[in-house]
C-alpha cells in the first residue's frame, strides 16, 4: 500500500512540471461571481475572449451567483489548484472573513491578474435640498439618524463608504438597504432616499441627464469626465488618507497553483489587458486600467483591505 | 415619419430578418426546457456576438428573449413542467386541456395570445414609454410591499379544492424562500453553516422539482394509465373567439406592460397576477379555472409576451433594467460602445427603432414558428410514459444544475420532487409554494425598507401610503381585492342577486 502511494507520488512529481509546461492543455473556467450583464461579468466576458486566443484554449465563463460572491469563491477553493478553475471577482472576498460572510478571503488565491479600480462620488437626485456634500453631512449632524442614504446592504460600496465619512465627519445616517445598485440610485431619484454613493460607471448617463447630481468624488484626482465635480478632500481634507479608493476587478487562482501556471496566464491576459478594443471597453465603463500582477497586485489588495479594515472599526460599523 | 425611416432599416438589411428568426426559433427551444432560461441565452450571445456590429448583436438577442418568454408555455401545457417561472399559471389550465386531449388548441392559443401580447407591449413602448417608465421609477418601497401582498392573496386562486391546503403550501413556499443570507444585513438564516445554503433556494429549482421531477414521479408510480390521444385538427381560434376574448387579453396584456415595466418584477409575477385577475373577472369561463379553462390561458400568455415590452421601457428611458434579460442587454450594450442610461433614445434613436422593428418581426416569427410545430409537438405526449418520465427527470437534473452551475441544486431539485409527489397525492395544490417562494423576498425586504425608512416606525409605514398618488391606487385596489374575496361579501352579492 506504502508502496503504492510512494510509486503514485513519484510519477505525480514527474508529471505535475509536464502538465505545468503544457498548461493549457484544456479549456479554462472562469467562474464570475456576480450575475451576467453586471459590471463584474461585462468586464471578464471582452478580456477573456483576447485572453484565451493568447493561451490557445477557450475560457468559459460560467455565472455563479449568490451571498456577494462567497459561493463562487468557495466553487473555486474547493476545485483543484491547477490553473483550470479561474475566480472571476470584484473587491468584495477582500472582506468576507471580517464581515463574516466566509472564512475564505483573497489571501487564500494567488491574483493573476488585476484589471483595475473605479472611482465612487456622493450623488443625490435633481430635485435634493443639498447643494453641496457638507450641507448633508452638517444636516446629519444637526439631527443625527435622519439623514437616509441608499445602500446596496451590509458589506456593499455605499456601506462601506457610509463608514469612511462617519469616522471622517461623526455624523451618523438611517441606511436603507436595497437588492441592487440600479435600484438604490433609483430610490435617490425618486426622493425615497437623501443620497447614495455611486460609481461613475453607474451614474454618468443620469447625470448627463440631469436626474443625478454628483456632489463629489472620493478620487485624489479630478475625474476626467466630470471636470467640475469637487474633490472630496476639498471640504474634508482627511479623507486624503484613505484615498484612493474603490472597488477593484481581478482574477484569481487558488493558492498552491503551480508558479509556472500562474505565470503563463499572468503573462496571457498582461497581453490582452492593453488591448485596444479592451481599453475601449474599460473607458466605456469608467475604469481606472491597472495591469497589476504578482507583488503590485497583492500589495495592492492588502493595502486596500488595510484601509477598508480600519475605516470600519473606526466608524463603529465593525467590532 | 424618422419613426419609420429607423425600423425600415430592419427591411434593407434581409440578414437581420434572419436573424432575428434564428433567435426566436431558438429561443423557443431554451425557454420550453425548464432551467434553460433566456437570460442564460441572452448572456451566452454577449461574450458569442462581442465582435458583430451592434445592429446584428441586438436583433438575435430580441429573437432569443420573444422566443424563450412563449417557449415556456409548450411545456407547461404537454408536460405540466412550466419550461421557465413566467409558465407556472399556464401549465393550470393548459396541462389540464392536454388531458382532454386539446393539447393542440392550447399550443395554438397560447401561441396567438402571446404573439398579441407581444404586439401590445410593442404598441405600449412606442407610444408611451416616457409614461410608464415615469410610473416604474416613482414605485416606492411600500409599493412594491402592496404588489406583493396582493400577490400573496392569490394563494386563494392556486388552491384548487382547499383554501387551507393552498395557505399552507404557501406557507411551506415563504418558509423556504427565507433560507440564505439576508440581503440588508448579511445574517445568515437557517443555513447551517453551509455555504451552499448562503444563497438560498432559487425559485427556478423549486419549479423544477415541485412540477418537473414530482410529475414523473406521480407518473412512473402510475404507469398503467395510457397517453390521451391528442386532436389536432382545431389549432388556431378562429376570429369570432379570439374577438370574443379580446377584452381579456387587452387587460392582461396592460398588467403584462406595466409589472414587466417594474425594475423589482418581472414576467412570472405579471402572468401570476393576471391569471388571478381573470379568474376574478370572468363570470362564465369555458370551463371552471384549473379545469380546463382558456381563459386561464389567454391570460397569462398574453401579459407574460406583453411584459417584455414592457421590461424594456425603463431600460431604454432609464437605463434601468426591467428584468433579468434586459439587464444582460444593458451590459452587452455597453460593451458595443453605447451608453444606456436617459440619453439612449434621443442619442441613438436608431437603436430604439430597431428593438421595435425587431420585437415586431419576432413576434411574426413567434406565430409562424409557434404554429408550424404543433403536430410534432403533441405527439411528446403520447410517447410512451416508459420513455418519457426518465427524459424529464434527465432534463430536471440537467435544468437544476445549470441555473446556477451548482450540484446542491439538484439535491434540492429531487427534495422539491419528492415533496411536490407527496403533496399531489394528498391533494395539496403547489402552485403556492412557488408563489411563495417568488414572493418571500420581494414582500419582506419592502416592507422591512419600508419601516427604515420612518425611522422604525410601522404607523409611519402605513401612513406613507397616502403621500403617493400610485401609493393611493394600490392600496384602494388592494383592500377591493381583499375585500370581493371575504365570505360576507359573497354572501352579499349573492343576496343582492336573489333580490333582483
Known sequence: MTRKVLTFLFVLAFALPVFAADYPAQNITGVVQWGA?????SLMRPLSAIAEQILGKSIIIQNMTGATGSIATQYVFDAPADGYTLLMGAENPALYDILEISELTYSNFDCVYLIGDEVVGIVVGKNSKYK??????????????????????TGGLPWEVGAFITDITGAFFNQIPYDSDASAKTAVMNGECDFTVCKVQSGIEDWKAGDLKFLCMLSTKTVEVMPDVPLVTAEYPDFAKYLPWGP?????????????????????????GPQESYQKVLSNFNINFLGYSGEAADKYISSWRENTVNALKKSGALD | MEALSHMAVILREPWLIALVAAGTCAGIYVGAIPGLSGTMAVSLLVSFTFGWEQHSALAVMVGVYVGSVFGGSRSAILLNIPGAPAAVATALDGYALAKQGRAGEAMGLATSQSVIGTLLGVLALATCAPLVAGIARNFHSIDYLMLSLMGLMMVGSLSGRSVRFGLIAGCIGIFLGCVGVDGQTAVKRFTFNIVYLNSGVDYVVAMIGLFGASEALSQITDMKATPVKQKVDKILPSWAESLKYLGLTIKSSIIGVLVGALPGAGGDIAALLSYDQAKRSVKKPSAPFGKGAVEGIIAPESANNAAIGGAFIPMLTLGIPGDAVTAVLISALTIQGLRPGPNLISQ???????IVASLLVASFFLLVFGLTGIKAFTKIVEVPKGILMPTILILSVIGAYAIRNSVYDILWMFGFGIIGYFLKRFNYPIAPIVLGVILTRLCEENYRRGVMLQGGSVMGMLGSIFTSYISIALFVLLVVLFVTQTESYKHWQAKRRGEK
Open chain 1, 132 to 153: 453641496s456634500f457638507k450641507e448633508i453631512i452638517d444636516a446629519a449632524l444637526k439631527a443625527p439618524w435622519t439623514i437616509k442614504i441608499s445602500t446596496t446592504g
Open chain 2, 348 to 354: 441613438t434613436p436608431d437603436l430604439f427603432w430597431l
Open chain 1, 248 to 272: 477593484f476587478y481581478g482574477i484569481f487562482v487558488k493558492k498552491g497553483t503551480d508558479p509556472s501556471v500562474i505565470a503563463k496566464l499572468s503573462e496571457a491576459f498582461t497581453k490582452a
Open chain 1, 37 to 41: 450583464g453586471g459590471g463584474t461579468d
